[in-house]
């Protein structure tokens, strides 16, 4: 196996000194400039400075054509420059920027590299043609500060025409949210290392294996494992010849060795959940090395006739055992790639069977906390599954918080005022948590978050039929003189059309972040006065799938098991907003309970 160098994630990223310029005056905020030059060796050559200056200072730079960029930064702008125009891969590239102040730092420029990088993923005018070697979120002396002048050169790039949209409005795009560009944090960049490897162990040693990436709703797991795959394909198509891009999180994957493990190594993520899947499709078609048909459905895979070297499984959770599918065709599908695979319509062979035998290693990224119907992978398959990872050292737990203002402790909250287990009231410091005594209120409340921050949306159990998919004048939920209907599309609901005045199902959030959410908790989970537990109303839960009995495993499901499911889509919803989330509850003594431990609005 190839040998690294002994540096650590966590170091190679985040060093930095107190900023001075050169003359060690004052540092300005808005002392930057942004030079402008066609990227040919006439112009480079005009551009260097006959001091010496461009060749020994840290800067930015940008190239780009009328489709793609390139984003650096470098310590020797013109040594740098020169080093692109002799590349194969970047001669095509026709105009140069450069940002230059004074007050610059190796850590700033990493910064500013990292931000603009995220941002022209996002905004989709042009393709990043970066490699994706790895940048954590580290910081230093007076980023707060930095982070002001790098929304100004964000202004003035935007005025040049090189953005599209403004920064908001980039952010809450599905290009910037799964980006593999995201500046990892130290806990990812640790398991990332990780995860590398191990997996280069195995395929070194010719085990076939399995990872397990396990964490709360909000690690960013779904980043990790986009993360994951576009670095793979970066390292199996490097360039070892070009040196410019040596100086990075994961740059000592970039080597012979690695490259040679990866030549023609086929790779495939998983997403079981369609809405989501569609999403990371088109994230996948917009950036180099990764394809759309990258991203399949279990099925697609336990059809295909090739075998796969790592398949990535994002929301593995969401896999399903063998359960009655929503369609008579997936029943039959699942029967014959059953038959296909084992020989036989194995009924204990789950579709992480079929992930296993269609691929050589495996990573799994999952929460058991978020199943939601009984077909998902049961407890019994997920138990053994992370205890083995474990034994093995291929398991890689996520913890801190990367979505919810409110922290890994808001989750912890969450989670046990929905089993009744809070007994005070809590507030999250810069996390706008309320409890709303009325429906049309909590929809106005929403409505002007969506105004303020954009993808702020109302969400709710399944306590409620779906009238309006076979009568589009229908309303599906009624509440106090408030009519509203489920979403109207199951693709990417979160961005479509009049989603602000509809009500999105768990199959069209899981996985999705919102800034806002407004969950509307329905008489599907009621509490007890006697006892003072929550309780399932199974006359009041209208989703099929996830009560139904499961006659080919011989398994049934009776209240608790249901309770189980309900609770865990609630906590799924209740942890998609990323500025804060707003409460109503249909269950008048779960709104007693609620209202003693949640703000009043």
């Known amino acids: 196996m190839p040998t690294r160098s002994c540096s650590t994630s966590s170091s190679r990223r985040g060093a930095s000194t107190r900023p001075t310029s050169p003359a060690g005056g004052a540092r300005s905020m808005t002392s930057f400039r942004v030079e402008h030059f066609p990227f040919t060796r006439p112009a480079i050559k005009s551009w260097a400075e006959p001091d010496g200056r461009h060749a020994n200072w840290p800067v930015v730079y940008t190239l780009s054509s009328n489709r793609e960029i390139y984003v650096g930064e470098t310590l020797n702008a013109i040594g740098r420059l020169r080093q692109h125009i002799d590349s194969d891969a970047k001669q095509h590239l026709e105009a140069a920027r450069i940002v230059i102040d004074e007050t610059f730092n190796k850590s700033v420029c990493l910064d500013l590299e990292s931000y603009l990088i995220r941002l022209f993923a996002g905004d989709g005018k042009y393709t990043v043609v970066n490699r994706n070697e790895g940048i954590t979120n580290a910081d230093y002396f007076d980023r707060v500060r930095y982070r002001a002048t790098f929304d100004e050169i964000f202004e003035q790039l935007r005025a040049a025409g090189m953005f599209t949209r403004d920064i908001p409005d980039i952010e809450n795009n599905d290009l910037f949210k799964l980006s593999p560009f995201k500046a990892l944090n130290p806990e990812q960049a640790v398991v990332m290392e990780g995860i590398l490897e191990g997996l280069f162990d195995d395929i070194d040693t010719g085990r076939h294996g399995t990872i397990v990436v396990q964490g709360d709703p909000g690690t960013g797991k779904t980043i990790v494992g986009i993360f994951l795959v576009k670095l793979l ?16 999180l994961f740059s000592d994957f970039f080597t012979a060795g690695y490259v040679e493990m990866l030549k023609d190594f086929k790779i495939g993520i ?118 083995q990872a474990k034994e093995q050292g291929r398991f890689y737990p996520l913890a801190s918080q990367m979505r919810v203002a409110g922290g890994a402790d808001y989750i912890d909250f969450i989670r046990r005022m929905l089993r009744a287990e809070v007994s005070e009231p809590r507030e999250f410091a810069g996390y706008d948590l309320r409890i709303f005594d009325d429906l049309g209120e909590m929809h106005a409340a929403i409505r002007a978050r969506d105004d303020e921050h954009g993808l702020a949306r109302l969400a709710a159990g399944f306590a409620w039929e779906w009238k309006s998919k076979k009568d589009a004048t229908a309303f599906d939920i009624s509440i106090g003189g408030v009519e509203l209907r489920w979403n109207g599309t199951q693709t990417d609901w979160v961005n479509s059309p009049g989603a602000l005045e509809e009500v999105g199902s768990i199959h069209t959030l899981q996985g999705y972040d919102l800034n806002y959410a407004g969950v509307i908790i329905g008489p599907d989970l009621r509490l007890d006065p006697a006892t003072g537990h929550v309780v399932a109303d199974l006359d009041s839960y209208f989703d099929k799938k996830g009560k139904e009995a499961n006659p080919k495993l011989g398994l049934t499901y009776d209240a608790d098991d249901v309770l189980q499911f309900i609770v865990n889509i609630y906590a799924v919803l209740l942890t998609r907003g990323m500025k804060g989330t707003y409460v109503y509850v249909c269950d008048p003594a779960l709104k007693r309970y609620l209202r003693g431990v949640l703000p009043i609005a």
């Open 270 to 387: 998983v997403v079981p959940q369609q809405s989501l899947r569609k999403s990371v499709q088109k994230v996948f078609a917009k950036t180099p090395q990764l394809e759309k048909g990258m991203v399949l459905t279990p099925f697609q895979v336990g059809e295909s006739d090739e075998q796969f070297d790592l398949l990535v499984v994002d929301e593995a959770h969401r896999l399903n055992q063998r359960a009655n599918q929503p369609s008579g065709g997936l029943n039959k599908k699942f029967r014959e790639i059953n038959e296909k695979l084992f020989g036989i319509d194995d009924l204990t062979k789950t579709q992480l069977d079929w992930i296993r035998a269609k691929s050589r290693h495996q990573v799994l990224l999952l929460d058991q906390a978020q199943t939601v119907r009984p077909a998902d992978l049961p407890g019994r398959v997920v138990g053994p599954l992370v205890t």
């Open 233 to 248: 394909r970066d390292i199996e198509h490097a360039d070892l010849d070009d040196r410019t891009e040596n100086d990075s």
